[in-house]
């Protein structure tokens, strides 16, 4: 099923919509909240990662209303079985035969929960449905809905009960972001809003619909990518490969995660190509997670996101109107030319 992508200017408007609907009930987290957003927009799965509490699970069901996903929540827990996730036949006496029953996983926008929680086994049952989005059980391959969306949360590796996801399934999702804790001004708007409306739930309005959330995802394929941007992302993840505390660097998954994740920046800026400015906003996001450093430094508390912000630092940055190189053959710009570079 395909739709006709939008124009860009009409992304961001929506894509604004969604945020300003989202940060009432999410308060104080607008970076965060965009990264999320610029992931699904990008088509890819996000992980989220920082201690309870801190609305990582209220963020993916606000995304969920305000875009009209089907929505389905699984609590990974360390009895929690492959089949719980993906479905399984059953037996049906009436017709004396195996019935599938679908799992949660056949869902718009899957909340994998603490899902390093389960056991290495179960988060397995993920890899197949995140990256080609189909479900094989028992021979039968079944397609997922589209969009087909994963938003997981997990807690740090230090926390008691939990298991590390393993690298080919860390490599699986787009991007992963820290929500971090509230700024006290924050955290008093969160009360006082509370306080206001008398309720626990916050009732959010849908703001588009799953096929124009489609319609957004495939006009990030008309973002303009120079040459030179190009091989800057090239350059980023490749100098996460040779540095002397990473065992393994990020592969060229990393680098395709970069251009999806910059096209997506770009249109919420309202823009149709990616400056540099776009990448090294999503570097991080998009790489540290990809990285396995030594494990002599991680015990002493070295952290893949301080590799990739080196690697920012270090790796030549290309001039800004380099960007439009080559633009004008595209029939791209969305009428802003130079004044649409930051």
Known sequence: MSFQPLPTQKVAQ??????????????????????????????????LEDVPGLAKTLMARCFAQVTGLNFTRAQFTPDLM????TGSSVFDPVSASFKFQPGPVFTNLLLADEVNRASPRTQSALLEAMQERQVTVDGVTRKLPQPFLVIATQNPIELEGTY?????????????????????????EVLA???????????????????????????LEDVYVSGAIGRYMVALTAATRGRPAVEIGASPRG?????????????????????????KAVAVPALSHRLRLRPELWVRGERPERVV?????????????????????????GGLGVSGLE
């Open 193 to 219: 809003r509370r306080v206001e409306r008398r309720s626990d739930e916050v009732e959010l309005r849908q703001v588009v619909s799953p096929q124009e959330l489609v319609a957004m995802q495939a006009s």
């Open 82 to 85: 492959p089949a719980d996730i």
């Open 309 to 333: 912000e080196a690697c920012l630092a270090e790796v030549p940055v290309p001039a800004a109107d380099e960007a439009l190189v080559g633009l004008e053959r595209t029939g791209g710009s």
């Open 255 to 279: 680098s395709l995660a970069l251009m999806l994740l910059s096209r997506a920046r770009a249109v919420l800026q309202g823009r149709d190509f990616v400056v540099p400015e776009d990448v």
């Open 164 to 188: 590390p996801l393993p690298e080919a399934q860390l490599d699986r999702f787009l991007l992963r972001a820290s929500v971090g804790y509230p700024s006290a001004e924050a955290e008093w």
């Open 14 to 47: 929506l894509a604004k919509a969604v945020l300003d609907e989202v940060s009432r009930a999410v308060v104080g987290k607008r970076e965060v909240t965009e990264l999320v957003l610029i992931g699904l927009l990008a088509n890819g799965h996000v992980l």
